[in-house]
């Protein structure tokens, strides 16, 4: 099936949020913080501006509680008095003419009495940097199994290493927007999201409205990977307060520098393996730490650090694992759910270290994995025993018969001998994702999807799930379509309305089209029970029930409903991290090819293959799409994208100098896909949304140590980081 | 978005009209041809003309005739060219790598001759260069690159300008005085702001290519990406030979000072000998002593000083292979 909104992106004819009409409305700007923290002494608005024609908001017109509600309540909507990161909101102004709020943004002044903040994640903070708890930890998690210490003091050989990785901007094409408005003392927000629930629940509690008194509708949103998770709950608050204010409209819509300044980013990394192993290579013993840098408030982060903890140990068996992660608050803007969220920070290290292990134990980096990599029957770090009957050895096998692994390593080698001034290699990273909330997220979630039958024969798909360029709305419909044997043309998928849909959830985690789309199948099937009809009913006889329903029951409603049952066997320990984090976990096998200029140590990606087992493929165009995608961003991530921070601001906030990859940077990417269905997920669909950008960083950088001998432990690997690494001994004398 | 302010938008049909349009709009007043380097700056505020003139519907500077080039030929239309790629690939190739497909397709030859010069500190929004207190080539004091200088230090970033130096390219300038011819060498100034000794009110016209007489030039431009970026480094080389024989050389750096920058001590490294290994060597590293990148581009400073020397070699070495 063709992507149903395809046509309508592809000619310009789909409307976001900024195209939208809007009669009779001001434009919203933000002031915000020039330092990283202090105390606010003062809010000088400039003598040259009539303030008369502004709407002016700051934190004393919030009716409820001044705090953006999410995991914790530490974030004020808008800075109250003191601020702890660079662009921080403290104001806000509403205004006819762009230009001129543009002007007035400009003439407001916030004075701050600086404090010492806190740049650097990795150091421990002195005593007049400590602002949050007693030690700026904002989160600590720890998973253990098995016994550690005694394992690595047995293990007859012992490799440590650190890895870190740094931020990385989402890059959607459509920036931040919203627009709010009263209707009949409802306050209606609308705009680009990726959890219309989320929203909703934020303005519930700072606008101290409840749920009859509150709308959120998302508009056709432009690109996501997680940024729009969180962040939208900000700008909307934003909006909300100023249309409220006002009396009238407000659109607030952030220009690409703004958006890139002052929302969320993907978090750095430090991570430490200390890893015992016997001579030929089998795991005894991982003992791991990993820190993130967390930024000013908590947002998200102790959900993406349980969700990298949990991938640190990568997909392999080992008896005695532990893993000691925390995030540290300092004083940058927060950093948030980037797809992958937190996985591909710790699977770069753990893959990494694979290949550092390989090398001091000189053995193949395909033999270490291949007698690892989980069998079935075996636990993860976790505890969690896998038995779904993937065969993860046959994944990395596919992934070398693909790449043609073995003889390129001969013809790189050859290729070595006779070039001086080129290097290639070859580096593979095998990995996984789980799908879904990690460990009981899912249950307390508590989805509900509806499906309603209308008067025409028609069904509705109503979920809060939204279309961000991943296919939703297409692999909605087609799971709807193929349960009832209908046309695509005769299942419709509601706007996400919060007044129309119930709470499915967050278009997160990888969780859409397995969670979501199982809970669309079973309220299909509950429509056929409110029909009294069974499943062999479909297609034209099941249209004519539904017509003939309504026939027999004017005016009401007919809708099947579905509520998240948690499968059978999944069992979750919260408070010890023991058990199983998720329903199904997609495995991966990338391999990388690389060719590295000595000279001027850049790196080229020339070859790429990714194999996945992510159970059923539904679309196969869009899953090729999903993971080709995420292998360009993994690419970037790996090779050039570096966010610049001085003063705790982001310096690079241009595309011009914020550098993604452009199709000449990519290589032709291979997909393959293997198929085991998963019994609990759409059609046997497991998560794929996020698989894609946990491999390319590790492969990578494994095929430049292959090609260069060079032993790269941080991405970006820039040509300038690997010549500070590395002497290819071509390097002139000054 | 950042969004244009206001102007007026006046689109002449003759030299003179365009002349006399200026004339009446005076110091407010500016040229524009593709508008890819004039109306990004605009929008973040860089340079503030009440009126633009466009010069693109005026079919002179449209004109190609034998080797004299109308400067509001696209980028894209001069390294298709076939006459170009095959007597003059230096220049087709140079055209063929600035930014992208459609930047090239609006993008005229004049236009990157005449590009803005570059700074990390420059070229931001009006908010960004405000929070700094701005710097001296627009609306500050002080040069951030180097805060003791009583200069610009921006960059030269066309890809064309280092290329039209090193050939030997002539231009034609239509001014209210009348015509002047100058080599491409002296149309431009070694300062971040007053970068074009090209007055105001003259119009880049043409450009007078040299005869493709036995003479071979190269580029070579260095950038994070394959597509899209500004050269960071840019080295065009030329080589006039007779036999094996180098009789004459010009190698010319772009973004490394406010002008192309003419390397002579590395031309003459080439002089008067065969183009052998010990011969470029001495030319790389001749290049590589007075080239001396501030830290206002993309890559971290140490790494781009090596680049000279790397990228003057393999320049070389093309030249070498080409008519080897």
């Known amino acids: ?734 | 978005m950042l969004r244009l302010p206001s102007f007026k938008y006046l689109q002449p049909k003759t030299l003179k009209e365009a002349l006399a349009m200026k004339a009446d709009a005076g110091p407010d007043g500016m040229y524009v041809a593709g508008g890819t380097d004039l109306y990004p700056n605009m929008k973040r505020r860089h340079q503030e003309p009440r009126t633009v003139i466009s010069l693109m519907a005026i079919p002179e500077l449209k004109r190609l005739e034998g080797w004299n080039v109308g400067t509001c030929v696209t980028l894209t239309e001069l390294s298709n060219l076939p006459t170009f790629q095959h007597s003059y690939p230096a220049v087709a190739h140079a055209a063929a790598l600035v930014s992208t497909p459609l930047l090239r397709n609006m993008g005229t030859l004049g236009g990157n001759l005449c590009l803005d010069t570059r700074c990390n500190y420059y070229d931001q929004t009006y908010e960004w260069r405000k929070a700094i207190d701005f710097c001296m080539k627009k609306d500050g004091h002080i040069c951030w690159v180097a805060p003791s200088s009583p200069r610009c230090w921006a960059v030269s970033s066309s890809d064309v300008a280092p290329v039209a130096v090193a050939i030997g390219a002539e231009f034609l300038l239509v001014g209210p005085q009348g015509e002047r011819v100058i080599p491409a060498g002296r149309f431009y100034h070694n300062d971040g702001i007053n970068y074009l000794t090209k007055q105001p009110d003259e119009i880049l016209v043409e450009v007078r290519l040299p005869a493709p007489d036995g003479w071979d030039a190269v580029y070579h431009k260095l950038r994070r990406r394959g597509s899209f970026d500004f050269p960071v480094l840019g080295v065009a080389a030329w080589v006039r030979r007779e036999g094996g024989r180098v009789t004459d050389a010009r190698i010319v750096l772009g973004g490394v000072a406010s002008w192309p920058q003419e390397i002579p001590e590395a031309a003459a490294a080439l002089r008067d000998g065969e183009l052998g290994d010990d011969a470029i060597a001495a030319a790389a590293a001749a290049a590589y002593r007075p080239a001396k990148p501030l830290d206002n581009t993309d890559f971290d400073l140490s790494w781009r000083k090596q680049m000279t020397r790397v990228y003057v070699k393999a320049a070389l070495e093309e030249l070498r292979q080409r008519r080897g």
């Open chain 1, 1 to 734: 099936m063709h992507r149903r909104e395809g046509l309508a992106k592809l000619t310009g004819r789909e409307r976001y949020v900024d195209d939208l009409p809007l009669d009779d409305f001001l434009w919203g700007m933000t002031v915000r913080s020039p330092v990283p923290r202090g105390r606010v002494t003062a809010v000088r608005f400039g003598a040259d501006v009539d303030w008369s024609a502004f709407v002016i908001v700051d934190h004393r017109d919030i009716p409820g509680p001044n705090e953006v509600i999410l995991i914790e309540r530490d974030q004020p909507v808008l800075a109250a008095g003191y601020v702890r990161h660079v662009h921080e909101p403290v104001v806000l102004l509403g205004h006819r003419s762009r230009e001129g709020l543009r002007r007035a943004v400009r003439a407001v002044e916030v004075v701050v009495a600086p404090e010492p903040p806190v740049l650097d994640f990795r150091v421990p903070p002195r005593p007049d940097q400590i602002q949050y708890g007693r030690d700026n930890v904002l989160k600590r998690l720890k998973i253990e199994k098995g016994d550690v210490e005694r394992a690595l003091a047995q293990a007859p050989v012992v490799v440590s290493g650190t890895y870190e990785t740094g931020a990385q901007e989402h890059v959607y094409l459509e920036t931040q927007g919203m627009i709010a408005w009263l209707e009949d003392q409802v306050l209606v927000v609308k705009g680009s999201m990726q959890c219309p629930y989320y929203v909703l629940s934020a303005l519930k509690h700072a606008l101290a409205r409840d749920e009859s008194r509150v709308r959120v509708i998302q508009t056709p949103t432009g690109g996501g990977f997680g940024g729009k998770e969180e962040y939208p709950s900000d700008i909307a608050l934003h909006a909300a307060l100023l249309a409220l204010k006002a009396g009238r409209p407000v659109k607030i819509v952030y220009d690409r520098g703004e958006d890139m300044a002052a929302t969320t980013k993907r978090h750095p990394s430090w991570v430490r393996h200390r890893t015992g192993l016997t001579r030929d290579g089998r795991l005894l013993a991982q003992d791991l730490e990993v820190v993130l840098d967390g930024g000013a408030y908590v947002t998200l982060s102790p959900v993406v650090l349980s969700r990298g903890i949990i991938h640190a140990a990568g997909p392999y068996s080992c008896d005695n694992v532990r893993i000691a992660g925390r995030v540290m608050f300092t004083n940058a803007v927060p950093f948030g759910a980037f797809r992958g969220f937190g996985a591909p920070q710790t699977l770069f290290a753990c893959e990494r270290h694979m290949d550092v292990i390989a090398r001091t134990l000189e053995i193949d980096p395909v033999e270490l994995r291949r007698i690892n990599l989980l069998r079935d029957g075996q636990t993860t770090a976790t505890g969690q025993v896998i038995r779904d009957g993937t065969d993860r050895v046959a994944v990395l096998e596919r992934a070398l018969e693909l790449s043609d692994y073995r003889a390129k390593r001969r013809a790189h080698a050859a290729f070595n001998e006779t070039h001086a001034a080129q290097r290639r290699g070859i580096g593979l990273a095998a990995f996984y994702h789980g799908a879904g909330f990690t460990g009981g997220g899912e249950v307390h979630l508590n989805s509900r999807v509806r499906v309603a039958g209308l008067a025409d024969g028609r069904v509705e798909v109503l979920t809060a799930n939204i279309e961000m360029g991943q296919g939703t709305l297409t692999v909605f419909t087609q799971i709807a379509a193929e349960r009832l044997g209908f046309a695509p043309q005769d299942v419709a998928i509601a706007e996400a309305d919060t007044g129309r849909v119930p709470n499915s959830g967050p278009t997160v985690a990888s969780r859409t089209t397995m969670v979501v789309g199982r809970l669309i199948e079973r309220a299909c099937d509950d429509l056929r029970s409110r029909l009294e009809v069974d499943a062999a009913v479909r297609g034209a006889s099941l249209r004519a029930a539904i017509v003939r329903w309504h026939r027999e029951h004017a005016a009401e409603r007919l809708v099947g409903d579905a509520v998240y049952e948690r499968p059978p066997g999944i069992s979750w320990d919260d408070a010890n991290y023991r058990g199983d984090a998720y329903g199904a976990f997609a495995w991966a096998t990338y391999v990388a090819e690389v060719e590295v200029d000595l000279a001027t140590y850049s790196t080229r990606v020339t070859g790429f293959v990714a194999v996945q087992e992510v159970g059923k493929v539904l679309n196969e165009t869009l899953a090729r799409g999903q993971v080709q995608g995420g292998v360009v961003q993994g690419i970037g991530w790996a090779l050039m994208e570096e966010c610049k921070f001085r003063d705790g601001a982001m310096i690079n906030n241009q595309l011009t100098n914020y550098l993604i990859p452009t199709s000449d940077d990519v290589p032709p990417i291979h997909v393959a896909f293997l198929e085991n269905p998963y019994p609990h997920g759409a059609q046997g669909a497991k998560g794929l949304g996020e698989l894609p950008i946990d491999g390319p960083a590790p492969a990578v950088l494994n095929a430049v140590a292959a090609a260069t001998g060079a032993d790269p432990r941080a991405v970006p690997l820039t040509p300038e980081r690997l010549m500070a690494i590395a002497d290819f001994g071509l390097r002139s004398a000054e």
